[in-house]
């Protein structure tokens, strides 16, 4: 009888899945086991057919899965809302992002920029496009390789301006954080969980993303610079 639960997450809810599956664990026993990778290559992984009890991406990815018959239907949970911060490295200049207009600007004045292969990445693709300016920054546009965070790229100090979900910024050293996008552009991604399909654990999956949406995982998920879905 198997008595552990194995999922797969994209990096963005790494850190908030960590607390939210000890506490889980520890109140019931259960053993769970989360991968977390690249969005892209988790959702790949589980398409190819790979043995997962609940995978855990941005909304859409869900769906697709969903529409695979990789994931049960009916199983979707949404869990947090997650938005997209601007990082430089520590102790580096900070330009102004406050408003629409400075950060096309601070954009526009980086040397290098990066941005995750996610969800946010394409929004962000479409804005630089929107903006006129995705020619002319093109050659300073520096790829993180899926699973490979843009803040410690930014750390590093490969990259000028790095741009990613808050919740995979806010506890890396080396880097600061200037803020999220402004309101009128900011980036929102729902990141939701599913039952894989022929999981043996599915009972097992559905308590533990109820206990995640719990009253007590809020605090969790805001402390991890997220906001519950």
């Known amino acids: 009888m198997k008595t552990e639960i194995k999922g797969i997450s994209s990096m963005a809810m790494r850190q908030v899945l960590a607390e939210l599956v000890d506490a889980f664990q520890r109140r019931t026993g259960w053993r769970v ?14 398409q190819a057919g790979e043995a997962f009890d609940v995978v855990i991406l941005a909304s859409d990815a869900i769906d697709k899965l ?26 580096a200049r ?12 601070a954009v526009l004045a980086a040397r290098s920029i990066s941005y995750s292969t996610g969800p946010s990445g394409v929004a962000l693709a479409r804005l630089f496009e929107r903006w006129g300016i995705a020619g002319e920054i093109q050659g300073r546009i520096v790829q993180a390789p899926p699973g490979i965070p843009v ?3 930014v750390a590093r100090g490969e990259v000028e301006l790095g ?15 200037l803020g999220p ?6 980036i929102i991604t729902t990141f939701s969980a599913g039952v894989c399909t022929g999981s043996p654990m599915a009972s097992a999956v559905r ?18 610079g997220m906001e519950p879905a």
Not at 181 to 186: A, R, T
């Open 151 to 153: 803040g410690s790229l």
């Open 33 to 46: 086991a989360i991968e977390s990778v690249g969005g892209v290559d988790a959702a790949r992984r589980v």
């Open 66 to 91: 969903v529409a695979a018959g990789c994931v049960q239907a009916g199983s979707k949970v949404d869990l947090v809302r997650s938005g997209v911060a601007v990082a430089v490295r520590a102790e």
């Open 181 to 186: 996008l402004p309101p009128e552009i900011q």
């Open 207 to 224: 308590a533990m993303l109820d206990d995640m949406n719990s009253p007590e995982a809020m605090e969790v998920k805001r402390r991890q």
């Open 94 to 105: 900070q330009p102004d992002i406050s408003t629409e207009a400075a950060l096309r600007q």
């Open 163 to 177: 741009f990613q979900q808050f919740s995979e910024l806010i506890n890396l050293e080396g880097i600061t954080v």
